[in-house]
C-alpha cells in the first residue's frame, strides 16, 4: 500500500525554515517563489505574478529562457568545470563574443560569477594599470558588498558596520563634474560610476557629465570605470547604458543579466588596461563552461529576438504611459528603456504591498523610489496590466492618505 502524498510546504512553511536556518541578512517576503515563465513567477499557493523584478534585473530574458535552458542542459551533460589554467571551447567562445558584442574599443575580458567580483577586479585593475591607489565613486553610488565594492558604495547603512573599509575612497556628487575635479588627482587609480544609478533611485547620467568626467581622467591620468551590472544587455535600450552618452570607458563592470540567471559577471578591458602577471588575480568558478555556454545564449537571445530595440521602444512607451498617470503622490518618472524609477512624496513600502496584492511583483530604490525592471521579453499588454495595477495601487493609498488627513 503506497503512503500518502506528502503536501507540498506553503509559502508560510519556507519562509519559517529560511528565518531560522537563513543567515538572516535578508528581509524575507510573504511570498515563496517556486517556479516562473517568461515575464511570470508562481508562488507556493500556486498564484502567478508579473515579475517586475527579476531577480534585480537578472532574469532579463523571463524566466526560464528556452535557449538558455537547452544550453545549461548540454553544457551540464558536458563539462561543469573547468580551471581558468585550461583552455576551454565555451570560455574561448564566450570572450570573443562578449567583446564583439560590446562593439569594440575592448581588448580582453575578465570571466567572474557577479557584478560585485567584477567591481572588485575592476578596482584591482585600475590600481595595478596606473599604480595609483586613489579611488573616487558617486554619491548614492552602490557597487556592491564585497569590501572593495562596499567601499564605493555610498549608503552610509551599508558601509558603518563594515568600517574600516578600503581607504582612499571618496564620493563626489552624482552628477556634478566640478565636485568630482576636486577630488581626481595625481593619486586618482580611477573613478567609478554607474551610468543609470539602480539602488539609488534610478538616477540617470547626463551625457555631458560622463563625457566630462572621460575627459577629467584622460587629463589626471586615471581610468573611467562604468558599473553596468544592473544596466547592461540591453536593459537601457542599448547594449550597455553609457552607449546613450557615447563614452568610451577603460573598464567596464557586468554581472547580473550576463548569463540568463546563471550566476556570471565579467570585467570588460580597454587597451589602457594592460594584462595582470599569471596569479594576480583569479576565480576559481568564474569562466566556468556551464555559465559561459548560459552566456552564450543570452548574447544568442539578446540579437535574434531583437530583444536590445525592443527594450528601447516598450521602456520609452512605459514611460510616456507613467509619466501621465494623474497622482498626487507621483514626483517624477525616471529612467531608460525598461529601467524605471517612479519617485513618490511619501514612502514606497506600501506600494509594493499594494502592487504585489494585485500580482505584481516590483522593487524599492531608496525609500520613496519605485523601481520597474521587467523581463526585456515582457508583452505589453502584460505592460497594461503593470499600469493597471500601479493606477490602482496609487489610488489606495491617495484614500488612506485622505482618511488620515481627516
Given at each position: 500500500m503506497s503512503s500518502p502524498a506528502t503536501a507540498a510546504p506553503d509559502s508560510a512553511a519556507l519562509r519559517v525554515v529560511e528565518e531560522a536556518r537563513g543567515s538572516g541578512v535578508y528581509a524575507l517576503k510573504?511570498?515563496?517563489?517556486?517556479?516562473?515563465?517568461?515575464?511570470?513567477?508562481?508562488?507556493?499557493?500556486?498564484?502567478?505574478?508579473?515579475?517586475?523584478?527579476?531577480?534585480?534585473?537578472?532574469?532579463?530574458?523571463?524566466?526560464?529562457?528556452p535557449r538558455v535552458v537547452a544550453a545549461v542542459q548540454a553544457q551540464a551533460a558536458t563539462l561543469l568545470t573547468c580551471a581558468g589554467s585550461y583552455p576551454n571551447d565555451k570560455r574561448a567562445a564566450l570572450l570573443e563574443r562578449l567583446l564583439a558584442f560590446a562593439g569594440g574599443g575592448f581588448e580582453r575580458a575578465f570571466l567572474t560569477n557577479s557584478g560585485t567580483e567584477s567591481v572588485e577586479a575592476a578596482l584591482k585593475f585600475a590600481r595595478h594599470a596606473t599604480g595609483r591607489p586613489g579611488i573616487v565613486a558617486a554619491t548614492r553610488a552602490f557597487h556592491g558588498r564585497t569590501l572593495g565594492a562596499l567601499s564605493a558604495t555610498f549608503t552610509?547603512?551599508?558601509?558603518?558596520?563594515?568600517?574600516?573599509?578600503?581607504?582612499?575612497?571618496?564620493?563626489?556628487?552624482f552628477g556634478d563634474l566640478a565636485s568630482f575635479a576636486e577630488l581626481v588627482g595625481d593619486e586618482t587609480a580611477c573613478v567609478i560610476v554607474e551610468a543609470v544609478q539602480g539602488e539609488g533611485g534610478v538616477h540617470v547620467a547626463p551625457p555631458e557629465f560622463l563625457h566630462g568626467l572621460r575627459a577629467l581622467c584622460d587629463a589626471r591620468g586615471a581610468l573611467l570605470v562604468v558599473d553596468e551590472v544592473q544596466t547592461g544587455f540591453g536593459r537601457t535600450g542599448r547594449a550597455f547604458a553609457y552607449e546613450h552618452a557615447g563614452v568610451a570607458p577603460d573598464l567596464v563592470a557586468l554581472g547580473k543579466a550576463l548569463a540568463g540567471g546563471v550566476p556570471m559577471g565579467a570585467v570588460l578591458m580597454g587597451p589602457r588596461v594592460r594584462a595582470l602577471p599569471v596569479g594576480a588575480h583569479g576565480s576559481t568558478f568564474g569562466g566556468n563552461p556551464l555559465a559561459c555556454a548560459a552566456a552564450l545564449a543570452t548574447l544568442d537571445t539578446l540579437e535574434q529576438d531583437g530583444l536590445v530595440e525592443r527594450a528601447r521602444e516598450l521602456g520609452a512607451w512605459l514611460l510616456e504611459r507613467l509619466r501621465a498617470l494623474e497622482s498626487p503622490l507621483v514626483r517624477e518618472v525616471r529612467g531608460l528603456g525598461l529601467m524605471v524609477g517612479v519617485d513618490l512624496r511619501r514612502r514606497v513600502a506600501p506600494l509594493l504591498r499594494a502592487l504585489q496584492e494585485r500580482g505584481v511583483l516590483a522593487l524599492p530604490a531608496g525609500p520613496t523610489v519605485l523601481r520597474l525592471l521587467p523581463p526585456l521579453v515582457i508583452s505589453r499588454a502584460e505592460l497594461e496590466q503593470v499600469l493597471a495595477a500601479l493606477a490602482a495601487g496609487l489610488a489606495e493609498l491617495e484614500g488612506c492618505a485622505d482618511e488620515e488627513a481627516h
Open positions: 510573504d511570498v515563496a517563489l517556486v517556479r516562473g515563465a517568461g515575464a511570470r513567477v508562481q508562488d507556493a499557493e500556486g498564484r502567478w505574478y508579473l515579475d517586475c523584478a527579476a531577480g534585480h534585473g537578472v532574469a532579463s530574458l523571463g524566466h526560464c529562457p552610509r547603512a551599508y558601509r558603518e558596520p563594515f568600517a574600516p573599509l578600503v581607504p582612499r575612497v571618496e564620493h563626489a556628487r
